[in-house]
């Protein structure tokens, strides 16, 4: 059964940081690469990073140098620390296996991040 349950998110000022997290199950999980994805209200949903089994990561333009992406695969969990935060980063996340094989229109119910002052 796939399962994606996000956490960590919340609401932080401008410059502040967060890290959320994502527990997958395995079958989910012991795909290669794992991203995370985030959707603000009125946009359509974007994949900012995205990890492979051996560490190797790509992140979009736009959170380069300010988010991380990680995992630990014994426990099948990613996460993204996200440092100095922008009101435009605000939005709900998701993560999701790279590409979004078999899952059809399922994702988890995301975390919500808001950045305002």
């Known amino acids: 059964q796939v399962r994606l349950v996000e956490s960590g998110g919340g609401l932080v ?18 795909l290669n690469v794992m991203g995370w994805y985030r959707q603000a209200p009125g946009e359509q949903r974007e994949l900012l990073a995205m990890i492979a089994k051996s560490g190797i990561t790509h992140y979009a333009d736009s959170i380069e140098g300010r988010f991380t992406i990680s995992r630990d695969n014994a426990s099948d969990t990613i996460y993204l620390e996200m440092n100095n935060l922008k009101p435009e980063d605000t939005a709900v996340y998701y993560c999701s296996p790279v590409p979004r094989v078999g899952l059809g229109d399922y994702w988890g119910q995301g975390t919500q991040v808001t950045v305002s002052s």
């Open 13 to 30: 000022q401008p410059g502040g940081s967060l890290k959320l997290s994502c527990t997958a199950s395995d079958t989910v999980f012991s």
